[in-house]
């Protein structure tokens, strides 16, 4: 999706609206030849080059800094397959494929963007309104249609242009709830979706008839709905998405436009522990669903397929090595593409970060409707450069002759395309290709011995560190470790899970640091830089006996929570747990300490002191400051 943003002070609880599309620019860009070896960060991008590694030529289509194309499973395309649509300045552009020179369709600031696929038009929206415009791609022609509720958006037209569909959140007010964190806690990707994904905000999905301009809802739920998308040859076919961590949900859904047969197209197998499907996207047959599955997560990888007029299934099973965050494709040209992944992703490979080329082969039948495959895989470009935190989102052109993608190798993004067809002449090595051998997968039993290792900005050792480790695979604490005077903690066996690791230091030390990442295979040794933060290790011993009362941001009591209160120099800790009225008695054996709440095992840590200003060394910069009182009440957000 879109460029992932670390909210150091809230927590947006945002409506999936803006997480539709994400979508992305192009400019024009002229066929000369570049460098012919892989070129190393510039400001400018060469117009093309022939990857060292691959021998594939590479094609810059983009002359903006920021430009971006469509989300992966958007059709980004018109028609006649001749031009593809992009943003670019928060405006709508068009590229002509062939020509590689772009203009200027339509001005934004953009909130959706949907290219027909029976007619040369692309419908959109603006964010500062709830218009609904259409633009002619012949002549330019724009004009508004109509217009959607507060709070909705559309994301997808059929398959006859008569359709528009999308979702409405039904309380705009809600959808734009921030949630206040204390300062110097930093929630992540993860806990962001974690708290959209447990608000159960009301929702509805709706289609807008484009004949008449009537907004018809046709389903009502309080789930996280996501990725709606037309069948491209049905034009009453819409598949969309429960969103939210993939382990814990049912995710892939098909419903006709009137609202009937909701109907679930993968089950996740209750036998098997950690069974996850997504990134669901339309074959260009319209009636097969393609999508990640992965069984069990993170250590069986399939391409999977779903077909919706005869059930049959099919899944093509790859090495992790193999394995791209999104896919793309289609069955009939038996060419599909991926955009790779860091070693920070649910493969864990520590050489992913390519775009990739697959052609699927089927080799068996395991029953019933569901037929077996592995995947051949070649990789294309070498994305060694790339931030993943933001995602290339890759595109199979309607001619199979490129694979287009986003990419911020060069440091701004911009739109690129890699031809299929090697370079003639070009000798390459047997590594660039992969076909799945069962000898290669993984045993399942991923346990990992890890040390942990805290340094400040200037990589300095940070002793006295508290270290709280969580699994967000299984929702638990798997153990709260403490930094020795070399910043090292003792060794920990972990699973094969993504973990978050929560660093609090000793008081002013440094400023609350969270850090996720998939422990395995794992190299044993984990680093963190912890965030920089004014030192203060001055205290006045002293013993002080005091209630905490813990309520969530609703006034409701929090029971059952876990309360650490710890020294200046983490000396002295002792640990707490709140009773049903949120209440824990607890005592203070110095001036100031640190008390850290742990809701769902995530830290809300405060600084408890007689006096919070500067002259009495407490850096309220750092984490928040709360003089003493009786009792000290402390409202916290649920996680």
Same mark, same amino acid.
């Given at each position: 999706?879109?460029?992932?943003?670390?909210?150091?002070?809230?927590?947006?609880?945002?409506?999936?609206?803006?997480?539709?599309?994400?979508?992305?620019?192009?400019?024009?860009?002229?066929?000369?030849? $570049?460098?012919?070896?892989?070129?190393?960060?510039?400001?400018?991008?060469?117009?093309?080059?022939?990857?060292?590694?691959?021998?594939?030529?590479?094609?810059?289509? %983009? =002359?903006?800094?920021?430009?971006?194309?469509?989300?992966? !499973?958007?059709?980004?395309?018109?028609?006649?397959?001749?031009?593809?649509?992009?943003?670019?300045?928060?405006?709508?552009?068009?590229?002509?494929?062939?020509?590689?020179?772009?203009?200027?369709?339509?001005?934004?600031?953009?909130?959706?963007?949907?290219?027909?696929?029976?007619?040369?038009?692309?419908?959109?929206?603006?964010?500062?309104?709830?218009?609904?415009?259409?633009?002619?791609?012949?002549? $330019?022609?724009?004009?508004?249609?109509?217009?959607?509720?507060?709070?909705?958006?559309?994301?997808?037209?059929?398959?006859?242009?008569?359709?528009?569909?999308?979702?409405?959140?039904?309380?705009?007010?809600?959808?734009?709830?921030?949630? #206040?964190?204390?300062? $110097?806690?930093?929630? #992540?990707?993860?806990?962001?979706?974690?708290?959209?994904?447990?608000?159960?905000?009301?929702?509805?999905?709706?289609?807008? @008839?484009?004949?008449?301009?009537?907004?018809?809802?046709?389903?009502?739920?309080?789930?996280?709905?996501?990725?709606?998308?037309?069948?491209?040859?049905?034009?009453?076919?819409?598949?969309?998405?429960?969103? $939210?961590?993939?382990?814990?949900?049912?995710?892939?859904?098909?419903?006709?436009?009137?609202?009937?047969?909701? #109907?679930?197209?993968?089950?996740?197998?209750?036998?098997?522990?950690?069974?996850?499907?997504?990134?669901?996207?339309?074959?260009?047959?319209? &009636?097969?669903?393609?999508?990640?599955?992965?069984?069990?997560?993170?250590?069986?990888?399939?391409?999977?397929?779903?077909?919706?007029?005869?059930?049959?299934?099919?899944?093509?099973?790859?090495?992790?090595?193999?394995?791209?965050?999104?896919?793309?494709?289609?069955?009939?040209?038996?060419?599909?593409?991926? =955009?790779?992944?860091?070693?920070?992703?649910?493969?864990? #490979?520590?050489?992913?970060?390519?775009?990739?080329?697959?052609?699927?082969?089927?080799?068996?039948?395991?029953?019933?409707?569901?037929? %077996?495959?592995?995947?051949?895989?070649?990789?294309?470009?070498?994305?060694?450069?790339?931030?993943?935190? =933001?995602?290339?989102?890759?595109?199979?052109?309607?001619?199979? &002759?490129?694979?287009?993608?986003?990419?911020?190798?060069?440091?701004?993004?911009?739109?690129?395309?890699?031809?299929?067809?090697?370079?003639?002449?070009?000798?390459?090595?047997?590594?660039?290709?992969?076909?799945?051998?069962?000898?290669?997968?993984?045993?399942?039993?991923?346990?990992?011995?890890?040390?942990?290792?805290?340094?400040?900005?200037?990589?300095?050792?940070?002793?006295?560190?508290?270290?709280?480790?969580?699994?967000?695979? %299984?929702?638990?604490?798997?153990?709260?470790?403490?930094?020795?005077?070399?910043?090292?903690?003792?060794?920990?066996?972990?699973? *094969? @899970?993504?973990?978050?690791?929560?660093?609090?230091?000793?008081?002013?030390?440094?400023?609350?640091?969270?850090?996720?990442?998939?422990?395995?295979?794992?190299?044993?040794?984990?680093?963190?830089?912890? !965030?920089?933060?004014?030192? @203060?290790?001055?205290?006045?011993?002293?013993?002080?006996?005091?209630?905490?009362?813990?309520?969530?941001? !609703?006034?409701?009591?929090?029971?059952?929570?876990?309360?650490?209160?710890?020294?200046? =120099?983490?000396? &002295?800790?002792?640990?707490?747990?709140?009773?049903?009225?949120?209440?824990?008695?607890?005592?203070?054996?110095?001036?100031?300490?640190?008390?850290?709440?742990?809701?769902?095992?995530?830290?809300?840590?405060? *600084?408890?002191?007689?006096?919070?200003?500067?002259?009495?060394?407490?850096?309220?910069?750092?984490?928040?400051?709360?003089?003493?009182?009786?009792?000290?009440?402390?409202?916290?957000?649920?996680?």
């Amino acid at each position: 999706m879109s460029k992932r943003c670390v909210l150091p002070l809230v927590i947006a609880v945002t409506a999936p609206l803006a997480a539709l599309l994400a979508v992305g620019a192009c400019a024009k860009a002229s066929g000369q030849t $570049g460098p012919t070896s892989n070129p190393a960060p510039a400001t400018q991008p060469p117009v093309s080059w022939i990857d060292k590694d691959t021998g594939h030529r590479v094609i810059r289509l %983009t =002359d903006q800094p920021g430009s971006r194309g469509l989300y992966f !499973n958007y059709n980004a395309f018109t028609p006649d397959g001749k031009q593809m649509a992009y943003e670019a300045n928060q405006s709508i552009y068009l590229l002509d494929l062939a020509t590689r020179k772009s203009h200027l369709l339509a001005t934004g600031p953009l909130s959706a963007l949907v290219v027909a696929r029976n007619a040369p038009v692309i419908y959109f929206m603006k964010s500062n309104d709830q218009h609904v415009y259409a633009a002619d791609v012949v002549t $330019g022609e724009l004009s508004q249609i109509g217009s959607v509720p507060d709070g909705g958006a559309i994301s997808t037209v059929n398959a006859d242009g008569t359709l528009l569909a999308g979702l409405i959140m039904d309380d705009p007010a809600a959808a734009r709830l921030r949630l #206040s964190l204390p300062p $110097g806690v930093k929630p #992540s990707k993860k806990a962001r979706e974690r708290v959209r994904f447990d608000a159960h905000l009301p929702m509805t999905l709706f289609v807008f @008839d484009l004949r008449s301009g009537a907004v018809n809802p046709i389903l009502h739920t309080t789930d996280w709905l996501n990725h709606v998308q037309f069948s491209p040859t049905d034009p009453t076919l819409l598949m969309y998405c429960h969103e $939210g961590p993939w382990n814990e949900l049912d995710r892939i859904w098909t419903i006709r436009a009137d609202g009937s047969n909701n #109907s679930l197209i993968h089950s996740r197998s209750l036998a098997m522990k950690q069974e996850t499907a997504g990134h669901e996207f339309w074959d260009a047959d319209g &009636k097969t669903i393609w999508y990640d599955l992965q069984a069990p997560k993170g250590q069986a990888f399939f391409l999977a397929s779903y077909n919706t007029r005869t059930g049959e299934q099919r899944r093509y099973q790859m090495n992790r090595s193999q394995w791209s965050i999104h896919f793309n494709g289609d069955l009939a040209s038996g060419l599909f593409c991926g =955009d790779g992944a860091t070693p920070f992703e649910a493969a864990s #490979s520590p050489d992913g970060a390519w775009i990739e080329l697959y052609r699927p082969e089927l080799t068996g039948n395991a029953g019933g409707n569901v037929k %077996t495959g592995v995947i051949e895989s070649e990789r294309m470009v070498n994305l060694s450069n790339q931030d993943y935190n =933001d995602e290339p989102n890759v595109h199979l052109s309607p001619d199979h &002759k490129l694979v287009i993608f986003t990419s911020n190798m060069f440091g701004p993004d911009y739109v690129f395309a890699a031809e299929v067809a090697i370079a003639p002449g070009f000798k390459r090595g047997a590594a660039m290709t992969h076909t799945f051998s069962p000898s290669t997968t993984d045993s399942s039993e991923n346990v990992s011995e890890t040390t942990i290792h805290v340094v400040d900005q200037a990589n300095t050792p940070l002793a006295n560190a508290q270290v709280a480790i969580k699994s967000l695979d %299984t929702g638990r604490q798997v153990g709260v470790l403490t930094t020795d005077q070399s910043g090292t903690t003792t060794p920990i066996a972990l699973d *094969k @899970d993504l973990h978050r690791f929560t660093v609090v230091c000793a008081t002013g030390g440094c400023a609350t640091t969270i850090q996720e990442q998939y422990t395995a295979p794992f190299p044993g040794n984990l680093v963190i830089q912890a !965030n920089a933060s004014t030192a @203060d290790q001055t205290y006045t011993p002293t013993t002080r006996k005091t209630r905490v009362v813990l309520y969530d941001t !609703n006034h409701n009591p929090l029971p059952n929570i876990q309360v650490l209160v710890r020294t200046a =120099d983490a000396v &002295k800790e002792q640990w707490y747990t709140t009773d049903r009225s949120g209440s824990a008695n607890i005592t203070v054996s110095a001036d100031p300490s640190t008390v850290s709440a742990f809701v769902k095992f995530s830290p809300y840590v405060y *600084k408890l002191a007689s006096a919070c200003n500067e002259a009495s060394g407490v850096n309220t910069q750092a984490i928040q400051c709360v003089q003493f009182n009786s009792p000290l009440v402390l409202t916290v957000p649920l996680p």
